[in-house]
């Protein structure tokens, strides 16, 4: 299984960046799906998750800013970062869970003034 993120890259305070996360390597749709991030020298933390039934959930720094969705059926994930802060810089993980945890390479998001 394999979990490939896109889109990232740079954006403007206040702007916005959609990234996207596909799956692949397996038929079965993932039981939750989200995104962490991590900042350089700093532990990677939770951003937010999807669940199968499409309940979502936030980290509370990102909470009406981002929305987190998915394609159940072709495991892919998107999360769209709106009125991005300075702090929303970092790298993005793609985490996609069954009985296993899986993860994205990573992508970097930097957000400039």
């Known amino acids: 299984v394999r979990l490939t993120e896109s889109g990232g890259g740079l954006g403007q305070v206040g702007g916005s960046l959609k990234l996207s996360c596909v799956a692949s390597g397996t038929l079965a749709p993932f039981y939750s799906m989200g995104w962490y991030r991590q900042v350089p020298g700093h532990p990677r933390h939770f951003v937010a998750r999807?669940?199968?039934?499409?309940?979502?959930i936030y980290t509370e720094a990102v909470k009406g800013r981002f929305i987190i969705s998915r394609e159940n059926a072709e495991n892919i994930v998107w999360l769209q970062m709106n009125d991005l802060k300075l702090e929303d810089s970092a790298e993005y993980s793609c985490?996609?869970?069954?009985?296993?945890?899986?993860w994205g390479q990573g992508i970097r998001v930097t957000v400039s003034s």
């Open positions: 985490h996609g869970k069954t009985q296993l945890d899986y």
């Open positions: 999807i669940y199968l039934n499409g309940t979502a």
